[in-house]
């Protein structure tokens, strides 16, 4: 199986950046979609962003042109650049690994443990 371990975030002030890591073990890497997702407190989990396996990425509308989602097969990992960061960005971030790209949490197979993140305004 996957294992994700999820690391990077961290207090920001409003308009600061962060970037976010998934490191991954197993050497099928490459062949998993990734995607990173978020839950604020009182909310439920939110997409974020998505990378195929290949490089495709596709984004939540709330975070384009802001994050940027890229992967490293030779590292194992997966990174979320988070720049121009805004208190509704605060959450607890979480990376996942499934078949295919995809805004549907239920794709995904395996999960990191999350990261939290804190905008302050």
């Known amino acids: 199986q996957v294992q994700l371990v999820n690391s990077g975030g961290g207090l920001v002030q409003t308009g600061g950046s962060l970037r976010l890591s998934c490191a991954a073990s197993g050497r099928t890497f490459s062949n998993y979609a990734m995607g990173w997702f978020r839950q604020a407190p009182g909310k439920g989990r939110e997409f974020v962003a998505a990378?195929?396996?290949?490089?495709?990425?596709y984004y939540a509308n709330s975070v384009k042109g802001r994050f940027t989602i890229s992967r490293d097969n030779a590292k194992n990992t997966v990174y979320l650049q988070m720049n121009s960061l805004k208190p509704e960005d605060t959450a607890n971030y979480y990376c996942?690994?499934?078949?295919?790209?995809?805004?549907?949490?239920?794709?995904?197979?395996?999960w990191g443990q999350g990261t939290q993140v804190t905008v302050s305004s």
């Open positions: 996942a690994a499934g078949p295919r790209n995809s805004d549907d949490s239920t794709v995904y197979n395996y």
């Open positions: 990378i195929s396996w290949r490089g495709n990425t």
